[in-house]
Protein backbone atom coordinates (compact mmCIF):
# COMPACT_ATOMS: atom_id res chain seq x y z
CA UNK A 1 0.00 0.00 0.00
CA UNK A 2 1.76 3.27 -1.14
CA UNK A 3 -0.62 5.45 0.75
CA UNK A 4 0.27 4.31 4.01
CA UNK A 5 0.86 6.77 7.32
CA UNK A 6 4.31 7.07 8.15
CA UNK A 7 4.85 6.96 12.31
CA UNK A 8 8.36 7.76 13.79
CA UNK A 9 9.11 6.17 16.70
CA UNK A 10 12.15 7.02 18.81
CA UNK A 11 13.83 4.94 21.20
CA UNK A 12 15.68 6.87 23.91
CA UNK A 13 17.20 3.85 24.84
CA UNK A 14 21.01 2.59 23.01
CA UNK A 15 19.65 -0.68 22.53
CA UNK A 16 18.65 -1.81 18.90
CA UNK A 17 16.67 -4.73 20.57
CA UNK A 18 14.02 -2.31 22.55
CA UNK A 19 13.91 -0.57 19.36
CA UNK A 20 13.02 -3.56 17.56
CA UNK A 21 10.46 -4.99 20.33
CA UNK A 22 8.90 -1.82 19.44
CA UNK A 23 8.83 -1.66 15.63
CA UNK A 24 7.67 -5.41 15.58
CA UNK A 25 5.23 -4.78 18.36
CA UNK A 26 3.55 -1.20 16.77
CA UNK A 27 3.80 -3.35 12.87
CA UNK A 28 1.72 -5.90 13.98
CA UNK A 29 -0.79 -3.93 15.72
CA UNK A 30 -0.78 -1.19 12.98
CA UNK A 31 -0.18 -3.36 9.41
CA UNK A 32 -1.74 0.00 7.57
CA UNK A 33 1.47 2.11 9.10
CA UNK A 34 4.36 2.05 8.18
CA UNK A 35 6.84 2.61 11.30
CA UNK A 36 10.10 4.29 11.28
CA UNK A 37 11.99 3.28 14.71
CA UNK A 38 15.20 5.27 15.61
CA UNK A 39 17.46 4.76 18.23
CA UNK A 40 19.03 7.14 20.10
CA UNK A 41 22.67 8.05 19.47
CA UNK A 42 24.28 8.26 22.83
CA UNK A 43 22.93 7.59 26.52
CA UNK A 44 22.03 4.63 28.30
CA UNK A 45 21.48 1.20 27.14
CA UNK A 46 18.35 0.93 28.94
CA UNK A 47 17.33 3.93 31.38
CA UNK A 48 17.05 2.81 34.38
CA UNK A 49 17.80 5.95 36.83
CA UNK A 50 17.46 9.68 36.74
CA UNK A 51 20.69 10.07 35.52
CA UNK A 52 19.85 8.08 32.27
CA UNK A 53 16.94 9.28 32.02
CA UNK A 54 18.22 12.84 32.28
CA UNK A 55 20.41 12.29 29.28
CA UNK A 56 17.84 10.57 27.42
CA UNK A 57 15.61 13.97 26.86
CA UNK A 58 18.73 15.10 24.85
CA UNK A 59 19.37 12.09 23.21
CA UNK A 60 15.78 11.83 21.68
CA UNK A 61 15.73 15.00 20.45
CA UNK A 62 19.00 14.00 18.27
CA UNK A 63 17.42 11.14 17.01
CA UNK A 64 14.24 13.04 16.15
CA UNK A 65 16.17 16.09 14.01
CA UNK A 66 18.19 13.18 12.86
CA UNK A 67 15.14 10.87 11.34
CA UNK A 68 13.64 14.66 9.90
CA UNK A 69 17.12 14.85 7.95
CA UNK A 70 15.46 11.87 5.11
CA UNK A 71 11.93 12.14 6.35
CA UNK A 72 9.53 10.28 3.99
CA UNK A 73 8.16 12.71 1.20
CA UNK A 74 4.97 12.43 3.07
CA UNK A 75 6.29 13.55 6.12
CA UNK A 76 5.49 12.14 9.38
CA UNK A 77 2.06 11.80 10.90
CA UNK A 78 2.63 11.19 14.50
CA UNK A 79 6.18 10.80 16.65
CA UNK A 80 6.27 8.56 19.80
CA UNK A 81 8.22 9.38 22.57
CA UNK A 82 9.21 5.23 23.24
CA UNK A 83 10.18 5.25 26.54
CA UNK A 84 7.93 5.12 29.81
CA UNK A 85 8.37 8.42 31.79
CA UNK A 86 8.45 9.99 28.23
CA UNK A 87 11.88 12.10 27.82
CA UNK A 88 11.91 15.16 26.27
CA UNK A 89 7.99 14.79 25.07
CA UNK A 90 7.03 18.73 26.36
CA UNK A 91 10.22 19.76 24.05
CA UNK A 92 9.80 17.81 20.84
CA UNK A 93 6.26 19.43 21.45
CA UNK A 94 7.84 22.99 20.77
CA UNK A 95 9.92 21.62 17.82
CA UNK A 96 7.44 20.58 15.59
CA UNK A 97 3.93 20.02 14.64
CA UNK A 98 3.26 16.85 14.26
CA UNK A 99 1.86 15.41 17.17
CA UNK A 100 4.28 13.60 19.52
CA UNK A 101 2.70 10.90 21.64
CA UNK A 102 4.28 9.97 25.18
CA UNK A 103 4.36 6.10 25.77
CA UNK A 104 2.90 7.10 29.60
CA UNK A 105 1.06 9.91 29.31
CA UNK A 106 -0.37 8.32 26.05
CA UNK A 107 -0.99 4.93 27.84
CA UNK A 108 -2.74 6.58 31.10
CA UNK A 109 -5.01 8.12 28.83
CA UNK A 110 -5.90 5.56 26.47
CA UNK A 111 -6.75 3.44 29.80
CA UNK A 112 -9.26 6.58 30.62
CA UNK A 113 -10.59 6.18 27.17
CA UNK A 114 -11.95 2.45 28.06
CA UNK A 115 -13.48 3.06 31.37
CA UNK A 116 -10.83 2.56 33.60
CA UNK A 117 -10.43 6.08 35.84
CA UNK A 118 -8.29 4.37 38.70
CA UNK A 119 -4.98 1.82 37.64
CA UNK A 120 -2.19 0.41 39.25
CA UNK A 121 1.15 0.68 37.35
CA UNK A 122 3.86 -2.14 37.19
CA UNK A 123 7.11 -1.98 35.91
CA UNK A 124 10.48 -3.25 35.97
CA UNK A 125 13.66 -1.20 37.89
CA UNK A 126 13.60 -0.33 41.52
CA UNK A 127 14.33 3.21 40.99
CA UNK A 128 11.46 3.53 38.27
CA UNK A 129 9.27 3.41 41.53
CA UNK A 130 10.49 6.91 42.31
CA UNK A 131 10.51 8.06 39.70
CA UNK A 132 6.97 6.98 38.39
CA UNK A 133 5.56 8.45 41.57
CA UNK A 134 7.25 11.89 40.80
CA UNK A 135 5.95 11.38 37.24
CA UNK A 136 2.26 10.87 38.68
CA UNK A 137 2.21 13.92 40.90
CA UNK A 138 3.52 16.28 38.12
CA UNK A 139 1.36 14.89 35.71
CA UNK A 140 -1.87 15.28 38.56
CA UNK A 141 -3.05 11.42 38.97
CA UNK A 142 -1.71 11.16 42.48
CA UNK A 143 -4.90 13.08 43.22
CA UNK A 144 -8.07 11.75 45.47
CA UNK A 145 -10.51 13.74 42.21
CA UNK A 146 -8.10 13.42 39.26
CA UNK A 147 -10.14 12.17 36.52
CA UNK A 148 -7.56 9.51 35.93
CA UNK A 149 -5.58 8.32 38.79
CA UNK A 150 -2.80 6.29 39.71
CA UNK A 151 -3.55 4.42 42.59
CA UNK A 152 0.08 2.71 43.12
CA UNK A 153 3.36 2.25 41.21
CA UNK A 154 5.24 -1.12 41.53
CA UNK A 155 8.12 -1.77 40.25
CA UNK A 156 10.01 -5.24 40.08
CA UNK A 157 14.12 -5.92 41.05
CA UNK A 158 14.23 -6.75 36.74
CA UNK A 159 14.52 -4.11 34.55
CA UNK A 160 12.98 -3.94 30.83
CA UNK A 161 15.93 -4.87 29.38
CA UNK A 162 16.18 -8.16 31.72
CA UNK A 163 12.79 -8.82 31.37
CA UNK A 164 12.98 -8.99 27.99
CA UNK A 165 15.70 -12.14 27.99
CA UNK A 166 13.10 -14.39 30.06
CA UNK A 167 9.94 -13.79 28.55
CA UNK A 168 8.51 -16.74 30.76
CA UNK A 169 9.83 -15.53 33.82
CA UNK A 170 8.70 -12.05 33.04
CA UNK A 171 5.19 -13.09 32.09
CA UNK A 172 4.91 -15.17 35.82
CA UNK A 173 6.44 -11.74 38.18
CA UNK A 174 4.26 -9.76 36.46
CA UNK A 175 1.21 -11.78 36.59
CA UNK A 176 1.70 -12.37 40.44
CA UNK A 177 2.62 -8.16 41.03
CA UNK A 178 -1.09 -8.02 38.80
CA UNK A 179 -2.71 -9.53 41.11
CA UNK A 180 -1.57 -7.94 44.19
CA UNK A 181 -1.94 -4.56 42.37
CA UNK A 182 -5.83 -5.64 42.05
CA UNK A 183 -6.15 -6.19 45.52
CA UNK A 184 -6.12 -2.14 46.49
CA UNK A 185 -10.05 -1.30 46.69
CA UNK A 186 -10.07 1.63 44.09
CA UNK A 187 -7.65 -0.35 41.37
CA UNK A 188 -9.93 -0.54 38.39
CA UNK A 189 -6.79 -2.28 36.35
CA UNK A 190 -3.20 -2.47 35.46
CA UNK A 191 -1.11 -1.09 33.38
CA UNK A 192 2.00 -2.65 32.73
CA UNK A 193 4.58 0.27 32.00
CA UNK A 194 8.26 0.32 29.66
CA UNK A 195 8.72 -0.71 26.19
CA UNK A 196 10.38 -3.72 27.37
CA UNK A 197 7.41 -4.80 28.44
CA UNK A 198 5.80 -4.41 24.54
CA UNK A 199 3.61 -7.36 24.06
CA UNK A 200 3.55 -8.38 27.81
CA UNK A 201 0.00 -7.29 28.21
CA UNK A 202 -2.01 -10.27 26.51
CA UNK A 203 0.38 -12.74 28.17
CA UNK A 204 -0.22 -11.08 31.22
CA UNK A 205 -4.00 -11.47 30.39
CA UNK A 206 -4.10 -15.21 29.61
CA UNK A 207 -2.53 -15.99 32.91
CA UNK A 208 -4.58 -14.06 34.74
CA UNK A 209 -7.92 -12.91 33.43
CA UNK A 210 -6.69 -9.82 34.68
CA UNK A 211 -7.80 -6.35 33.27
CA UNK A 212 -4.01 -5.79 32.30
CA UNK A 213 -2.88 -3.86 29.19
CA UNK A 214 0.84 -2.87 28.12
CA UNK A 215 1.88 0.38 27.39
CA UNK A 216 3.01 -0.11 23.79
CA UNK A 217 -0.54 -1.91 22.82
CA UNK A 218 -2.63 0.87 24.34
CA UNK A 219 -0.78 3.35 22.44
CA UNK A 220 -1.05 1.16 19.11
CA UNK A 221 -4.92 1.69 19.82
CA UNK A 222 -3.97 5.19 20.27
CA UNK A 223 -2.57 5.62 17.03
CA UNK A 224 -5.00 3.55 15.47
CA UNK A 225 -7.60 6.27 16.80
CA UNK A 226 -5.67 9.02 15.43
CA UNK A 227 -4.93 7.94 12.31
CA UNK A 228 -8.34 6.80 11.50
CA UNK A 229 -7.40 3.26 11.04
CA UNK A 230 -9.74 0.00 10.52
CA UNK A 231 -10.07 -1.26 13.60
CA UNK A 232 -8.16 -4.74 14.15
CA UNK A 233 -8.96 -7.65 16.03
CA UNK A 234 -8.88 -7.58 19.47
CA UNK A 235 -5.90 -9.81 21.45
CA UNK A 236 -6.70 -12.40 23.93
Do not use: K
Amino acid sequence: MTDRPHVLVLNPNTSDSVTQRLSDTLSLALPEVHIHARTAPFGAHYIADERSFCIAGHAVIEAFERAMGDAPTAGYRAVLVGCFGDPGLHALRESTQVPVLGLAESAVREMGAQGFARMAIVTGGERWQTMLQRWCRSEGHDRTDAPLGITQVHALPATGLQMMQSPQDTAMALAHACHNAMQHASTQAVLLGGAGLAGMGAEVRLLTGLPVWDCVELVAQRLQQMLALPQQAESS
